[in-house]
């Protein structure tokens, strides 16, 4: 296995683990965006740029976030949170991690076409416009009936969360 591999495969690890047996909320959604990102990491290095950024948009940017509101919406604030900056084991995880990130972003900064290997891929394999296209052309009316329940659907949470008059 290559080094590129394992260093995401073991954060990708490290965060889940570190998530599952965090205490509070705020810690595991950070580690949940740890994982979030090493696993985008790892579809860049499977030469799937196109996974790697629904990855990072949806799930670490949409999703994420929603996550995190909920949570500041729902605690509140309290001694509790001193102690999570005296807690050795959350600084030491948040430096581990903060290495982590930065070897990504130097390894980003180096170029994806250097850390994938040269491979028997079809041309333009993961390019976001053959999905595109893919999805418009044979599949258009799979997509348009999708846009019209999601369509219903939000005229129907309107309707259910409309107070009565």
């Known amino acids: 296995m ?4 394992i260093v995401f495969f073991i954060m990708a690890l490290g965060a889940a683990i570190f998530m599952i047996t965090a205490k ?25 740029p196109l ?3 629904f990855q990072v948009s949806i799930y670490a940017g949409a999703i994420l976030v929603l996550i995190v509101f909920v949570i500041m919406l729902l605690t509140v604030p309290s001694e509790r949170f001193q102690l999570f900056q005296r807690n050795m084991s959350y600084r030491i995880m948040g430096a581990v991690l903060g290495a982590l990130m930065t070897a990504l972003l130097a390894i ?13 891929i079809p041309e333009g394999f993961g390019h ?3 999905f595109g296209d893919f999805l418009f052309r044979d599949y258009l009316l799979h997509f348009e ?6 369509l219903v659907a939000l005229i129907g949470a309107i309707y259910l969360s ?3 008059a």
Do not use: C, M, N
């Open 51 to 53: 996974v790697a950024i």
């Open 162 to 164: 409309k107070k009565k």
């Open 108 to 120: 980003g900064l180096k170029g994806v076409k250097d850390i994938i290997y040269k491979r028997e």
């Open 145 to 150: 009936v999708a846009s019209v329940l999601l």
């Open 24 to 48: 509070d909320a705020l810690p595991s959604a950070l580690g949940l965006l740890t994982v979030f990102i090493a696993l985008s990491a790892l579809y860049l290095h499977l030469s799937a």
């Open 128 to 130: 976001p416009h053959l």
């Open 2 to 5: 290559d080094p590129y591999f």
